[in-house]
């Protein structure tokens, strides 16, 4: 194989889904029920692919589905913070409607340009731009021709994907990073990089 492909993969729904918190961040919430039944469909639809690495972040939504995508296969499953959600500072753990009561001015302004605007005491968009694209490109230089799952965050996989697309940063939330979502892309010399496939979501087994 001349590339590294990597199956880029969003973790399954979290617990805190039945009361709408959509501001997750780096809150360390756990997968619901329905959260590993997606991700179990995952590790089904992986389990047609040889997978030489598994890379998760830090927080246990993204541990947890590695180990079910992992499965009865002997892969080393490395965690690191370096692919952690963006830190939304005092907006974690709220609503969109929450925030957009006690923050009015600064969510508006962060909705309009979110690369020139952070969320009190959050993490700047182009830190974490920085953090993960290290750590992604990382990846693929460590393991060259080989085929790495790499489950983090709607916005981590976002970041990955508009600088693999040259989309302008402020423009990250314009296409869908659903729970138990897969991307492939598959990365050649000198970092030339195709996306394959754009956020696949399998159905649930009725």
Partial sequence: MDHTRIFLIRHGETVDEEVKKVYKGTLDIPLSKKGILTIKRVADFLSGYKVDFIYTSALSRCKESGRIIAGARKLRIKTTASLNEIHFGDW??????????????????????????????????LNAQERILKEFYEI???????????????????????????????????????????????VYENNKAVVRLLNLTLPQPS
């Avoid at 001015?105 to 979110?114: A, C, G, S, V």
């Fill in 140 to 186: 693929v230089r460590k393991h060259k021709n080989a085929v790495i799952a790499v489950i983090a965050h709607a916005g981590v996989l976002r970041i990955i994907i508009s600088s693999l697309l040259s989309l302008k940063l402020s423009n990250m939330f314009t296409f869908s990073q659903d729970y138990g979502c897969i991307d492939i892309v598959d």
């Fill in 92 to 125: 974690e753990g709220l609503s969109f409607d929450e925030i957009n009561a006690s923050y009015p001015k600064e969510f508006r302004l962060w909705l309009k340009n979110p690369v020139k605007h952070t969320p009190p005491r959050g993490e700047p968009l």
